[in-house]
């Protein structure tokens, strides 16, 4: 059977066959002028999802690299400074046994006193090193100038924290180390519920006052504080305040946690002053989102700060120390010492003419002889730590063990000399510990760094093969569709041939 096909369907179906290659050829032409295969999320759905994932993966990566261009040069400074302080101890070394030569006289101890003092100056700036206005050495207390230096001693005035800053998904890595690692320690005591306010932030304690918790169910309350109170009766009162509020100790044993249990929630868990500065010296001053995280508190060493407590709560091992003073020397034990207190006793009453105390910064303690003509040095007893732990003597106690000997060659105590000497390269020893160890972050984050770089490259060569157009093939096309539209452009003008009907329809 012979069917017969209409004008109307030869038209439609020529128009089709016009529009479908006119479409096509101007996708081609697109594709060839921009490069681009997909240039809007309908050109291609698919593609488009897979290149905006590894988009964000590349600037994910670019920001941890971004992270370690900003930070590497802390660790360089850090690096660089003890190198000089490195350079100073070993020169000191050498000036103190120069002391001890057959040749030296009071006047060249005298000598080599001075020297050492500047020796002191150069260590304690180069301690004090500072990159883009933060100190390298204050742990996460960047603003904070981390050592000190007086008639009494040296104390460190940072935190014992470090600053981690991201470098991979779920790897972040520390830019410095805390000067309580490398130069003077900290005790860094945490807190429980008998430590008392007056102990907190470094010793100067929370002033009496006031301030409110207004929960998020709009309550309020207003809590009086009291200088001689402890974190146990601060607790305490809080929970007491009936406004569903609950104040523990975080988890770090440094500072408060307060937890809005309230279902209603028309607003934020906020605490402010009624009076005073209390909530600040508190470390909870200000809003938040149901749980509040206070800062930390930086408790001072007491006398009755329990050894169990040092060192955020790990706690120390004390064994015995060794004390040199002059003609009276002896080995004092610590290890029946529970408290700060019972170390304190055990030193003073050892019957070598030596007064031990807290040192001015309340996180460590310090030994000096009764007598002005003699230096009080504190040695390690076999492998034993408790004169570096405690900041007597060795190891960290760079700054003081410096102290101890320019003053022992200023008053030609021979026997603090040796002593003092002895410190000294456990000194030395502790500072190339402290390097080999930023050389260790230095190369990891120089290996994320490029590895961050290639894996960088890799992915937005991935987005080009889903994005980007193939030059050639579609230049191939581009020919092919033009000559196709000329080609159904001619068929159709014969096929299609207009009569005076068309016109008179």
Do not use: C
């Amino acid at each position: 059977m012979v069917e017969r096909v209409t004008a109307n369907s030869r038209q439609n179906n020529s128009l089709r066959n016009i529009f479908r290659i006119t479409a096509e050829l101007s996708d081609a032409q697109r594709q060839v002028s921009t490069g681009k295969r997909i240039e809007k999320p309908s050109d291609d759905p698919t593609g488009t999802r897979d290149a905006l994932s590894l988009r964000t993966g590349v600037s994910r990566t670019e920001q941890f690299t971004r992270n370690i261009d900003n930070n590497r040069i802390f660790l360089q400074s850090s690096d660089s400074a003890l190198n000089t302080i490195g350079t100073s101890l070993n020169r000191a070394k050498e000036l103190g046994i120069q002391g001890l030569g057959g040749t030296a006289t009071a006047s060249t101890r005298t000598f080599a006193a001075d020297e050492i003092n500047n020796l002191l100056e150069q260590v304690l700036q180069s301690g004090n090193t500072k990159v883009k206005n933060l100190f390298v050495f204050s742990g996460t207390n960047t603003r904070t100038t981390p050592f000190e230096v007086s008639a009494s001693g040296a104390v460190y005035r940072g935190s014992t924290s470090k600053f981690d800053i991201p470098i991979a998904d779920n790897a972040a890595i520390e830019f410095s180390l805390p000067g309580s690692d490398v130069l003077a320690v900290d005790l860094d005591p945490s807190i429980d519920n008998n430590t008392s306010l007056s102990v907190l932030n470094g010793g100067t304690g929370v002033s009496a006052g006031s301030f409110t918790i207004t929960n998020r169910a709009g309550s309020s309350a207003t809590l009086t504080v009291s200088a001689g109170d402890t974190i146990g009766t601060l607790i305490s009162n809080i929970n007491a305040a009936g406004i569903n509020v609950t104040a523990t100790i975080n988890a770090e044993a440094n500072g408060l946690t307060l937890t809005d249990t309230n279902t209603t929630i028309l607003g934020e868990l906020t605490i402010a002053e009624a009076g005073g500065n209390t909530a600040q010296n508190l470390g909870i001053l200000g809003s938040r989102d149901g749980v509040f995280a206070g800062t930390d508190l930086n408790p001072a060493v007491s006398s009755a700060t329990l050894i169990s407590q040092l060192n955020k709560g790990a706690g120390a091992t004390l064994n015995s120390i060794s004390i040199i003073n002059g003609a009276a020397s002896g080995t004092v034990s610590l290890s029946s010492a529970t408290t700060i207190g019972d170390v304190i006793t055990a030193i003073n009453s050892s019957g070598l003419n030596v007064t031990a105390s807290i040192n001015r910064a309340g996180n460590g303690l310090r030994v000096q002889s009764n007598s002005s003509s003699t230096v009080a040095i504190v040695n390690e007893v076999g492998t034993g730590n408790a004169a570096e732990t405690l900041g007597i003597g060795g190891g960290k106690n760079v700054l003081n063990t410096l102290i101890d000997l320019r003053d022992a060659l200023r008053k030609s105590d021979s026997r603090a000399i040796i002593a003092s000497l002895t410190n000294l390269d456990s000194a030395i020893s502790s500072v190339t510990e402290s390097r080999a160890i930023l050389g260790g972050i230095q190369g990891r984050i120089e290996s994320t760094y490029s590895f961050h770089q290639v894996d960088i490259v890799a992915q937005q060569e991935q987005i080009s093969n889903i994005e980007d157009a193939d030059l050639a093939q579609q230049a191939s096309r581009l020919a092919t569709l033009e000559f196709a539209l000329q080609s159904t452009l001619n068929a159709t003008s014969r096929i299609i041939q207009p009569t005076l009907l068309d016109f008179l329809r």
